[in-house]
């Protein structure tokens, strides 16, 4: 092999395939089509769904129970991750949480259930706060800031609607 046919037939920009141009074209008669059947045919179109006649997989699935759209996703953090995670006297906002990858992911609200052990004084904030990890936070001389939701559910219902 020579140095100068490394780049031979190497072309910057593929030219375009000119279809129904004759048979000089390369794509003549059946202009890339092939014979006969559904996509050979002018105006030709399918659904997405659609997998050559056999049952469509959303038909061939079971379908179970119920997927509520509207619920509220919420975050579960435990104590003694906020334990490991803070410092004493710290302030623990949903920035916070996220910053130091604590709460990951999209929701709409953060609870704190009361697992684990809480040695440090911290002011918490969140949505919502489990009864055992309400009296851990304020045993240890800590402060439960319990917040707002961002959406309420009827908002949440309005903003859907605004997608569609």
């Known amino acids: 092999m020579n140095l100068n046919d490394v780049h031979r037939g190497i072309q910057k920009f593929r030219k375009r395939k000119r279809i129904g141009r004759g048979p000089g074209s390369g794509h003549g008669k059946t202009s890339g089509r092939g014979h006969k059947g559904h996509k050979s045919r002018s105006g030709y179109s399918r659904k997405p769904s659609f997998q ?3 049952m469509p997989m959303f038909r061939r699935i ?3 129970g119920f997927n509520n759209r509207w619920a ?3 975050f579960a953090v435990n ?3 906020l334990n490991d995670h803070f410092d004493d006297g710290a302030d623990v906002t ?4 996220a910053a130091k990858d604590v709460a990951k992911g999209s929701f709409d609200e953060v609870k704190v259930l009361g697992d684990g052990e809480l040695t440090k004084k911290l002011n918490v904030h969140a ?3 489990s009864k055992s990890a309400e009296e851990k ?4 001389g800590g402060t439960v800031n319990k917040l707002v ?3 309420t559910p009827a908002e949440r219902v309005a903003s859907l609607k605004a997608e569609k």
């Open 52 to 54: 050559g006649g056999a």
């Open 62 to 64: 079971p379908k179970r």
């Open 72 to 74: 509220v996703t919420v």
């Open 79 to 81: 104590i003694g991750k």
């Open 94 to 97: 949903l920035e916070s949480m």
């Open 127 to 129: 949505h919502r706060f």
């Open 137 to 140: 936070i304020l045993a240890a």
């Open 149 to 151: 939701a961002k959406r």
